[in-house]
């Protein structure tokens, strides 16, 4: 036993929890809908693990024994279940693939270093040994970042970052920490807390994504309009390479040449192994609440967010649905009972006498957090445009209970895969100025691709992550697969990919590159850019040994 926590290798989170349909009323008959699928269909179970074809691994008696003395014995596994659970991240194509038995290439060993002296040893006789290395956060990315590439014939080493977990120091006068970069978002979140602070960096895999992994993919949180990115969190780091160590200082700005932190942040393991991250941290708030408001129209909601990010209020969340999704948000409610039942049905009746056209109306979640009387200021600023806008506010009740299930929303989607409908997102950024064309090229696109599959798919979008420029656009997308589910979601995947970069929006906001958005880098950054990268991944791994084929 390691002591670190992995998720189930077949889905999402941990074992025994699950999503629910009975209790939300409104639930089946929005799937059927949606994706033509009745969610009473007795759902099939994943394949057991001992049908999986695990193949052998490729590793050496010499290296095994050179991993063993330097982790340890009993932290440089290679039994099956810990080889499968690190091979992939948790993309729909990931768990399509886990779920039909073809794992491809499987790491041979996985060690778990204590330390980064432990670190640097690893890195160091893999080099020697001219094996592959690749560092494991949480194992939750959705880009491909993780799995060795197809017939890799060398020795794989999957580096879990799993012990290193700790807050190593805070210094208060300035605000920032220094934390190993494999805690997880709670574990980490909880030595802060317990001394006030908080990182203030929240995505919806929270619960079971690192630091270190954050840092790797280039991470942003629900917050993010509050406390930023993980790039701009990240101040200082240390990383370790073949034969040596990076070491970058916390600093609030430098201009020492191109920025060493910015090639390593979103490097998906492909310069070295972070082991240390120096961050931001924030003391917690005295007030902390999510505001729920209605808009009229999604051109409405757009058209809000936009002007709240040109006013001086300064929310630390501004997202917005399109119709399609506040449909799907208030289909996943529980049945409303007295008092609740009421208020909405008064509610509605209120928006219908308005003249609103309840099929169009769109959902918005905005976050207030600092002292009462700045939380108040704030709301009084964003109210005054959410009317502007058309839109009407509905309390915390919504938002708090959105706080609450965020978490939980991924499980939905193994749910659906047990009942034949594979679900996945897409997000992306662009300027304001753009943000409605890749919308409706977007939308456009994935229709397309589920007309030419023959069909009845699904995709819904929020604005989220607002900045002065800009902001990221969400997509969810699903549909009733065939028996040739990957090959299905690879169509749809490359239409809206596609229709991002082709309406000036990048290959991804937050969720990084690693072998699914690597066909479009060149279209994101252009043929100098690409040259620029390779150069520096030639230079940095001459071995072609660190996390080889990702991003590029
Ligand atoms: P892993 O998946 O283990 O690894 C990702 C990459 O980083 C790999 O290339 C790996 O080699 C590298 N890596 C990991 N640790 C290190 C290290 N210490 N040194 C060097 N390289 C390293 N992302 C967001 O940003 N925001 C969201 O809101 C969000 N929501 C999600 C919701 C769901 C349901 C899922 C499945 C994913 C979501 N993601 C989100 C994507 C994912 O959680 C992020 O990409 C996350 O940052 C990955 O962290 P990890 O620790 O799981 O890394």
Redesign the pocket.
């Known amino acids: 036993m390691t002591g670190v926590k992995h998720m189930k290798w077949w889905g999402?989170g941990v074992e025994g929890v699950g999503f629910h349909w009975q209790d939300k009323p409104a639930f089946r008959p929005f799937v059927q809908k949606a994706v033509a699928l009745d969610v009473k269909v007795p759902p099939s179970k994943p394949i057991a693990f001992e049908d999986l074809t695990v193949p052998a691994p490729i590793l050496a008696d010499e290296l095994r024994e050179t991993l063993e003395r330097i982790v340890g014995l009993g932290y440089a596994l290679t039994d099956d279940e810990s080889r499968v659970v690190h091979t992939f991240?948790?993309s729909i194509r990931d768990l399509l693939r886990i779920r039909r038995n073809e794992l491809g290439r499987v790491p041979d060993i996985v060690v778990y270093p204590a330390d980064e002296a432990q670190v640097q040893g690893v890195v160091d006789a893999a080099a020697e040994a001219g094996a592959v290395i690749?560092?494991?956060?949480?194992?939750?990315?959705?880009a491909g970042?993780?799995e060795p590439i197809p017939g890799e014939q060398r020795t794989v080493i999957s580096l879990d970052?799993g012990r290193l977990n700790r807050v190593l120091e805070i210094d208060e006068y300035s605000g920032l920490a220094r934390i190993q970069?494999?805690a997880q978002g709670p574990d980490l979140e909880e030595q802060l807390n317990s001394k006030g602070w908080t990182l203030g960096h929240f995505?919806?895999?929270f619960t079971?994504?690192?630091l270190?992994?954050?840092v790797?993919?280039r991470?942003?949180?629900?917050q993010s309009d509050k406390y930023g990115d993980i790039a701009d969190i990240a101040r200082g780091l240390r990383m370790v390479r073949p034969g040596e160590l990076v070491v970058l200082r916390p600093l609030p700005s430098t201009s020492t040449g191109p920025s060493v932190r910015e090639m390593i942040i979103g490097s998906?393991?492909r310069l070295g192994?972070?082991t240390e991250v120096w961050v931001n941290v924030h003391r917690q708030p005295a007030v902390r609440e999510v505001q729920a408001y209605f808009f009229p129209t999604w051109d409405a909601g757009l058209a809000a967010m936009h002007e709240i990010a040109e006013s001086d209020a300064s929310p630390s969340i501004t997202r917005v649905s399109d119709a399609r999704e506040s449909g799907f948000s208030l289909a996943t409610r529980k049945e409303s009972k007295g008092f609740s039942a009421v208020a909405q049905n008064t509610l509605m009746n209120v928006l219908k006498r308005r003249g609103w056209n309840l099929d169009d109306m769109c959902l918005s979640f905005i976050g207030y957090e600092g002292t009462s009387k700045h939380v108040s200021y704030e709301k009084r600023l964003v109210g005054s445009i959410v009317r502007k806008h058309g839109g009407i506010g509905v309390g915390k009740g919504p938002g708090a209970l959105y706080d609450q299930k965020k978490f939980d929303t991924?499980y939905l989607r193994d749910f659906l895969l047990d009942r034949g409908a594979a679900a996945d997102v897409s997000e992306t950024a662009a300027p304001w100025s753009k943000l409605k064309s890749v919308y409706d090229n977007t939308i456009a696109a994935a229709n397309r691709a589920y007309d030419e599959l023959g069909v009845h798919g699904w995709i819904m979008c929020h604005l989220s992550h607002s900045y002065h420029s800009g902001a990221c656009l969400y997509f969810t997308f699903a549909f009733k697969h065939d028996e040739n589910p990957v090959a299905q979601y690879q169509v749809v995947k490359d239409a809206i990919q596609q229709a991002f970069v082709d309406s000036g929006a990048t290959l991804s906001h937050?969720?990084?590159v690693?072998l699914e958005h690597a066909p479009w880098m060149e279209e994101d950054i252009s043929t100098g850019g690409v040259h620029l990268m390779q150069a520096l991944f030639d230079a940095a791994d001459p071995q072609g040994i660190l996390?080889p084929g990702?991003i590029l």
């Open positions: 999402w991240g948790k690749i560092p494991f956060g949480g194992g939750s990315n959705i970042s993780l970052m970069a494999g995505p919806d895999s079971h994504s690192t270190g992994g954050w790797a993919t991470s942003s949180g629900m998906e393991g192994v972070i991924p937050h969720h990084a690693g996390n990702k």
